[in-house]
């Protein structure tokens, strides 16, 4: 995990400086700034990053990897940049200009806001040199459904997820969020394998579902297991962290990070990196609304979620674990894997009115019963937090006061009250007048 910073004029490193110190929770242990063709760059970074960082520093350029296919870098050219972003959006990366015409980017927003007159997401799969956007990569050409033998297919997704896990053993110590869920759970059973003890951690409010199932599957594995059970009130008083560092107000992506980042903060303490789980609702059809929809659009849906990753999902991964300057390795999206997931026929994903069917089938006997056939449970319910913000929320929010805010500067609606307390606290973050276009917005956000 590093933080990467540009500005395209030379003795500017005052500036690149104050951009890398707002960012300085993803790694702060070294830093370095260069002046280089009419532009001045930053990078900091811990440790543990010093093989990926020093690799790319050797060719001028700044680079925040993860692992092989999730990165984002800068190489300056030319009096600007090249930005180059990896093919899903895993790692972040942004940029602007400001009254003058002079080009920014950082790796977070809130490097930016202060330097640019509005911040622009790059989205995956694309590069930009300040001039020109080119799209190297489309997910809508994976689509493609080819395998057709079961038994073969789910031997197949185990072994890719095992060499997807095995490319991210960095240290001899690390750690899973595990969430009981299916997806945390299956990249555990795998990583177990080469890691002992992998050191797990579940967080939720007392008797939350993930809990006992986290729980059930670190007992069956080995693992060293941490919990973290939260109240109402230790949620409330994460929440401004939660939203500085998630830099969003959607409501379901807030609601799954407060968990997210509490048991991202007990990692921390004992790890600096770990897996997540995500991404395998996305391949495998893990969502309860799939179900209902023709199977013939399936692909093209499963093909938009995956896509929508990068600002929903992936960015409360990012920021959960950068929050602490941990790294999160998500082997559900590495490269091969998505390849492979895209070419397996929906009625492997959801088979009936299971889903994730392939999942189960690549991981049977390698989890407790129950936990393998777990339905899926959203972040927030599984942890236990929905009824208990929404509800705070609604006593403290007046209707009056809903009506008469929840229309933003740039026409959009809050949705509920809900959402509205978030974008207060976010408000006080980052101010009323920002342009939000870089911000994304969940699939299926529940509407007042």
């Known amino acids: 995990m590093a933080a990467i910073a540009g500005v395209s004029k030379e003795n500017s490193k005052l500036k690149v400086s104050a951009m890398l110190s707002k960012m300085s929770h993803r790694g702060a242990a070294k830093k370095t700034l260069l002046e280089k063709e009419g532009t001045t760059v930053g990078i900091t970074w811990n440790d543990h990053e010093d093989k990926n960082v020093t690799a790319y520093l050797t060719n001028d350029i700044v680079c925040d990897y993860k692992r092989p296919g999730h990165f984002a870098w800068a190489k300056p050219e030319d009096g600007l940049f090249t930005l180059y972003r990896d093919e899903l959006g895993v790692t972040p990366l942004y940029y602007g200009w400001d009254s003058d015409d002079t080009f920014y980017f950082a790796s977070e927003v809130k490097a930016l806001v202060s330097f640019v ?21 489309q997910l809508g050409s994976l689509r493609q459904e080819q395998v057709s033998d079961p038994v073969k297919t789910a031997y197949t997704l185990k072994s890719l997820l ?30 177990s394998q080469y890691i002992n003890p992998l050191v797990t951690f579940a967080a939720g409010v007392e008797g939350a579902p993930d809990l006992e199932y986290a729980r059930m ?39 799954s990070s407060i968990t997210n980042y509490l048991a991202a903060k007990e990692a921390s303490q004992y790890v600096s990196e770990v897996f997540s ?33 990068h600002n929903t999902a992936l960015q409360r991964v990012d920021r959960c674990s950068s929050a602490f300057g941990t790294t999160a390795h998500t082997p559900f999206l590495d490269p091969d894997v998505v390849k492979y997931a895209f070419s397996i026929p929906v009625g492997y994903k959801l088979n009936g009115t299971t889903e994730k069917w392939i999942l189960r089938k690549a991981l049977d006997g390698h989890l407790p019963e129950p936990v393998l056939n777990r339905p899926k449970a959203k972040f927030w319910e599984g942890a236990g937090v929905k009824e208990l913000v929404s509800s705070y929320a609604e006593d403290t929010i007046t209707d009056s006061d809903f009506s008469k805010n929840r229309l933003l500067p740039n026409g959009w609606n809050i949705n509920t009250k809900e959402e509205l307390l978030y974008y207060y606290i976010f408000k006080e973050h980052f ?9 994304g917005r969940t699939e299926g956000s529940p509407v007042k």
Not at 177 to 188: E, F, K, M, R, V
Not at 279 to 304: H, I, N, Q, S, V
């Open 162 to 191: 095992d060499d997807s896990v095995k490319f991210s053993l960095n240290a001899d110590r690390m750690g899973s969020w595990l969430s009981g869920g299916l997806d945390s759970s299956a990249i555990c059973a795998i990583a």
């Open 277 to 309: 789980g995500e991404g395998g609702d996305e391949l495998f059809a893990g969502y309860e609304y799939l179900k209902a929809l023709p199977r013939d659009l399936l692909p093209y849906e499963l093909t938009k979620i995956t896509g929508d990753l």
């Open 117 to 137: 007159e509005s911040v622009k997401e790059l989205l995956p799969g694309n590069t930009f040199n300040g001039r020109e956007m080119k799209e190297y990569f």
């Open 431 to 439: 101010g009323s007048e920002i342009d939000l276009s870089w911000i």
């Open 217 to 255: 599957a670190a007992d069956y594995l080995g693992t060293e297991h941490h919990e973290v059970i939260v109240s109402l009130q230790e949620m409330l008083s994460a929440l401004p962290e939660v939203i500085y560092h998630l830099e969003s107000f959607d409501a379901l992506l807030v609601r």
